[in-house]
């Protein structure tokens, strides 16, 4: 048995009942079904305080914050006792919220020497529940997270509105997926191998304009099929100009076919 066994979901939003919240629950909905014993935490409950980035760092052998951080503390030993992650985050401003981000930097300073999570199987969640914009830049802090703490990481599912029910599917999915392997740890043979198996992971490699064209195709493929022809076409039209060198004009044609699709989706 890797830690406790349980599937983790941590939820990094202020939102109890928001989407992100829904999609950690459809993740630990899946490892149940998989036989697991799940627990979610909502960490705007337990809000991580900044590292401080104090010198001499004794907190990385003393495998413990030097200030007083309950929320650390507690968060810190749920992830480290776990048998699998699962960690969902709201994207604000193209990114994750900063209570992700805080317990991520500090999760660094005290515990990535040591490295005691190697292995671990891992997956995150982002939602990008407004424009849809940063719906990948908001996963790479997670998953540069699961990487540096030497996580065997799995596919990332990015939601947005327009491919809500369908993410949350494919997080129900993920969670069976990562119960699965939760009996035991997962560790890489080395640097070279673990490097190589996160940039084998989707969506984490596309360039800007990559996933402002995924996004478009999202809301494309969120209209019904009489409705989104226009739209595939104009993505294909995009993707002439942009194999033909002409990367504004590319870029022109997905705006326009985002407009178009966020538009009709909302009206
Ligand atoms: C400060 C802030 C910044 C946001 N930035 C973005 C953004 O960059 N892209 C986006 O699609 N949505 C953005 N949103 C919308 C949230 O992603 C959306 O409301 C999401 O559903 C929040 O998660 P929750 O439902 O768990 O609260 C932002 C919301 C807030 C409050």
Redesign the pocket.
């Known amino acids: 048995m890797s830690g406790n066994g349980v599937v983790l979901g941590l ?1 990094g ?3 109890r009942e ?4 829904r999609l950690v629950r459809a993740a630990l909905e899946g490892a149940a079904m998989a036989g697991a014993a799940t627990e979610l935490l909502q960490m705007s409950e337990r809000v991580v305080a900044a590292c401080k980035d104090c010198l001499p760092w004794v907190c990385a052998e003393k495998r413990k914050c030097t200030y007083d951080d309950q929320a650390f503390e507690l968060l810190s030993e749920k992830v480290l006792n776990a048998g699998a992650l699962i960690l969902g985050t ?6 994750t919220s900063a209570m992700v981000k805080y317990f991520i930097l500090k999760m660094f300073r005290v515990h990535a020497r040591s490295a005691p999570l190697q292995g671990l199987p891992a997956f995150g969640i982002s ?9 990948v830049s ?1 996963l790479r802090p997670v998953y540069h997270f699961f990487q540096i703490m030497q996580m065997r990481a799995l596919d990332p599912v990015p939601a ?1 509105r327009f491919n809500f029910a369908g993410a949350e599917n494919r997080a129900r999915e993920m969670g069976g997926i990562v119960a699965a392997m939760r009996h035991k740890r997962h560790p890489f043979t080395g640097l070279e191998e673990r490097l190589l198996w996160y940039d084998q992971l989707p969506y984490l490699g596309l360039s800007r304009a990559e996933e402002r064209r995924l996004l478009a195709s999202l809301a494309a493929l969120a209209l019904p099929e009489d409705r989104s022809g226009k739209l595939v076409s104009g993505l294909a039209r995009a993707d002439t100009l942009r194999a033909g060198g002409d990367k504004m004009a590319s870029m022109v044609e997905i705006t326009k076919c985002y407009d178009a699709g966020a538009k009709a989706l909302a009206g």
Not at 127 to 132: E, P
């Open positions: 939820v939003s202020p939102n928001g989407r992100t919240n709201p994207v604000y401003w193209w990114d939602i990008a529940g407004g424009t849809g914009n940063g719906l908001g947005t």
